[in-house]
């Protein structure tokens, strides 16, 4: 039996108590609400943990990368996927065709004519009917169509070409109103078109319990939940009882009196600040603050803590943000209680492509 305390360090664990209840708890919200669990796995890349998800209720999953959903299929861990990101050129487009052929349903997102030409040309080539949502930028300033119109004016070109089979509406993240406000105009011009809309789908684990005041999402995905880091703390959407993932780390040097050293930097809890200062909460220490961090150094201010750590002392870190920590580790420990209970293999770790 290995203990949580032997585990060498870096290493990034999980306390399993706590992320079973957030896959229960979300679960429990979204069906409450008649919105199918669509849960995002970028933020895990483990198949297993894509098996508790589905077995606890979910729809299907979502994968960013087409990577993640050749690991996850061959794993067989869900036969429904939606790959929320432009797929462009040849190479991709190839795998997506052949992936189709393996999934019951998959889906992919597009915002644009370039990739709706490209999926048609696969799907004619392939003889496969590509699936799409379009997507909608509700606020973010990332990827999707910036207007209703511009949604329903893709929909009527993408439906024009062969092998497209129009399924529905996608934004990320749900913002309260815009997306509210958008759909309900989109909605209405595509019922105006004759166009149904099966799938809405909305995601972000902030908005996450305020998904249903969206009231047409079909769905939704989340993907920080299953875990939850200081962003979603500072959302107000999980307090430090519901984050499962701490990057265990030794305290390497105290060159003096206000300043602690541990060996994880950037190539463990990454330099993405996200929506917050500093890069981690130290739960041993919550007056610290990780003011700075080399690649494998992280420089903690310990001025504002009464009591401070010693060398060779442990502390545990939640991260800023925790879908970017598990793409950086070969492996993550399951931990209950003071025991190891399961070590997983970070499958689609770098599928990038
Ligand atoms: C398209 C898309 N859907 C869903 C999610 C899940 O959001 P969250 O990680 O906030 O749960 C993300 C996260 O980046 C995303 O990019």
């Known amino acids: 039996m290995m203990l949580a305390n032997d585990l060498d360090t870096p290493a990034v664990t999980i306390r399993l108590d706590i992320m079973e209840d957030n896959i229960r708890r979300v679960q429990q919200h979204l069906d409450r609400h008649g919105i199918a669990n669509r849960p995002h796995i970028k933020t895990h890349k483990v198949p297993e943990l894509g098996k508790l998800q589905m077995q606890a209720g979910a729809i299907g999953i979502t994968c960013q990368k087409l990577g993640e959903v050749e690991v996850f299929t061959n794993a067989g861990v869900a036969d429904d996927v939606l790959l929320t990101f432009n797929v462009l050129g040849r190479a991709k487009t190839e795998r997506l065709m052949a992936l189709a052929a393996r999934v019951r349903r998959l889906a992919v997102v597009l915002d644009n004519e370039v990739v709706a030409r490209g999926l048609s040309e696969g799907g004619v080539r392939h003889g496969v009917d590509v699936r799409f949502l379009i997507e909608c930028d509700t606020g973010f300033g990332r990827n999707g169509v910036q207007t209703p119109d511009a949604a329903l004016d893709l929909a009527r070109v993408a439906l024009k070409l062969p092998r497209l089979a129009f399924e529905g509406l996608m934004t990320f993240p749900n913002r309260d109103p815009e997306t509210r406000e958008f759909f309900t105009r989109a909605l209405e011009l595509f019922k105006r078109a004759g166009i149904p809309v099966p799938v809405v789908s909305g995601g972000g684990t902030p908005s996450l319990f305020r998904a249903q005041e969206i009231p047409m999402l079909t769905e939704h995905r989340a993907g920080t939940y299953i875990f939850n880091d200081v962003m979603v703390v500072a959302s107000g959407t999980a307090t430090w009882d519901n984050c499962a993932m701490r990057v265990r780390a030794t305290v390497v040097s105290r060159p003096m009196s206000t300043r602690a050293v541990i060996d994880a930097g950037t190539k463990v809890l990454t330099s993405d600040q996200y929506t917050v200062k500093g890069y981690g909460h130290v739960l041993e220490y919550p007056e610290a603050a990780i003011t700075n961090l080399s690649e494998e150094h992280g420089i903690v ?48 770790r770098g599928t990038v492509r």
Do not use: F, K
């Open 301 to 348: 201010d310990l001025s504002q803590c009464r009591e401070r750590p010693a060398v060779g002392d442990v502390v545990h870190v939640i991260p800023n943000h925790c879908c970017v920590v598990s793409n950086m580790v070969d492996e993550m420990y399951g931990v209950r209680g003071e025991r190891v209970e399961t070590v997983w293999p970070v499958a689609a």
